[in-house]
C-alpha cells in the first residue's frame, strides 16, 4: 500500500503540526496524572486479569529503565513525531565526526522549558539523528521519578528515555564495543526558571557527576548546545530574591519538578496558549573532549574536566550563536 504524506507547507500540514505539538505539551505535563488515573481506575472497577498479572511482570521487569530501557521503533515511528518535528521545525548539525568504537556523554544546553530539541533530535526516528550518527544509538536521560510510575515507564521506555541515574548512565557508557551516547539534560529542571527569551543563563557550577561518570569509564564529553530552545515559551517574570521565585524554588526542592509560569500561542490564534511559538530549533553537537578513564578520580582531576567542559561549552556557543541570529554581544552566563 503506498502512503501518502501531506505536503509540509499546506494550511491543513500545518494544522496538523500544531496539533501535534499541542499534545505532546499536554501529555508532557500531564503524563503522571493520566498514568497514575488508569492505573487507578484498574484497581477501583477490579480489572484483576489487567493489573495482577502487569504488577507481576512490573517485579521483575523492575531494572530494565536502569539496563538501558526497551525502545520501540513502532512508537518512535508514529506519524504525530513527523509533525511534531516539522513544526519548529527541528535541525541537528554535526560539529565532527565521533569515533563509534567510543562511548561519549552528551551535555545538553538549554533545558528550556521541556528540552524540546533533546526529545525532539535524540528520541524521534523523524529526526536527523541516524544520518548525522549512523554508528550510534542515543540514549535521553530523563527524571528518575518518572521510571517508578506504572504505564508511564512503558511509554517513556518505548521511546528511547532511560533514567537519569548513575546507575543507568553507567550502563549506558561502560558498553563494550562503542557506538553509545547518553544525552543529559545538565540544567535540569532548576535551569527551566532561567528559560526566558534572548537569556542564556546555564545551571553549571554545581552539576559534575557527570564529569565524575565520564572520567571512571573513559567516556569522551560532548557540549550540545540547542539554539531556539529558550524561544518557544515566554515566561512570567520571576528574578531571583521574588516570592514567585522563591515558590517555584520551594517546590522544586520538595517534589523534584519546576514549575515555570509559562505561556505561547494557542491553536487558532496566536496571543496566549500552551502551543509552542513556531520558532526553528538548531541542536549543534560540538567538538568532543577526550577523556582518560580515571577508575579513582580525584577532585582535582573533576574540577580540572569540568572546567574544560565549560569553556568549550561557550565556545561552542559563541561560534554559532551569529549563525542563528543571536547578536554578538550575548554570552553565557553560568551559575
Request: hydrophobic share 40%; with cysteine; net charge positive.
Amino acid at each position: 500500500m503506498k502512503i501518502e504524506f501531506v505536503p509540509l507547507n499546506t494550511p491543513l500540514a500545518r494544522r496538523l503540526q500544531t496539533v501535534a505539538v499541542l499534545q505532546w505539551v499536554i501529555s508532557f505535563i500531564l503524563i503522571v496524572q493520566v498514568c497514575t488515573g488508569i492505573s487507578v481506575m484498574l484497581i477501583v472497577y477490579n480489572y484483576w486479569y489487567i493489573y495482577i498479572p502487569y504488577l507481576i511482570w512490573l517485579y521483575f521487569d523492575w531494572q530494565t529503565p536502569e539496563q538501558g530501557g526497551r525502545r520501540s521503533n513502532w512508537v518512535k515511528s508514529w506519524t504525530v513525531w513527523r509533525h511534531f518535528k516539522d513544526y519548529f521545525p527541528l535541525h541537528l548539525i554535526k560539529t565532527q565526526d565521533l569515533n563509534p568504537r567510543q562511548n561519549y556523554i552528551f551535555g545538553f544546553h538549554p533545558h528550556g522549558i521541556f528540552a524540546t530539541g533533546a526529545f525532539g533530535n535524540f528520541c524521534l526516528n523523524y529526526s536527523d539523528f541516524k544520518k548525522q550518527f549512523p554508528d550510534f544509538t542515543p540514549y535521553l536521560h530523563s527524571l528518575v521519578c518518572l521510571f517508578k510510575l506504572p504505564i508511564c515507564r512503558e511509554y517513556l521506555m518505548s521511546l528511547g528515555l532511560v533514567p537519569v541515574s548513575k546507575k543507568s548512565i553507567s550502563h549506558v557508557v561502560s558498553k563494550d564495543g562503542g557506538g553509545n551516547i547518553s544525552i543529559i539534560v545538565l540544567g535540569g529542571a532548576r535551569e527551566s526558571l532561567d528559560a526566558h527569551p534572548g537569556k542564556y543563563t546555564l545551571c553549571m557550577h554545581d552539576r559534575k557527576g557527570f564529569v565524575k561518570l565520564a572520567l571512571i569509564h573513559g567516556a569522551s564529553l560532548v557540549p550540545v548546545f540547542s539554539f531556539g530552545e529558550n524561544e518557544l515559551f515566554k515566561q512570567i517574570n520571576n528574578p531571583e530574591g521574588s516570592w514567585l521565585r522563591f515558590a517555584q524554588e520551594t517546590l522544586k526542592k520538595s517534589t523534584g519538578f519546576a514549575l515555570p509560569l509559562c505561556y505561547a500561542r494557542g491553536i487558532f490564534q496566536y496571543n496566549f496558549g500552551l502551543v509552542p511559538y513556531r520558532k526553528p530549533i538548531y541542536t549543534v553537537v560540538g567538538r568532543p573532549i577526550p577523556v582518560r578513564r580515571t577508575p579513582h578520580p580525584t577532585q582535582e582531576q573533576t574540577d580540572q574536566l569540568h572546567q574544560t567542559y565549560m569553556e568549550e561549552l561557550k565556545k561552542l556557543f559563541d561560534e554559532h550563536k551569529g549563525k542563528y541570529g543571536i547578536p554578538e554581544h550575548k554570552t553565557l552566563v553560568f551559575k
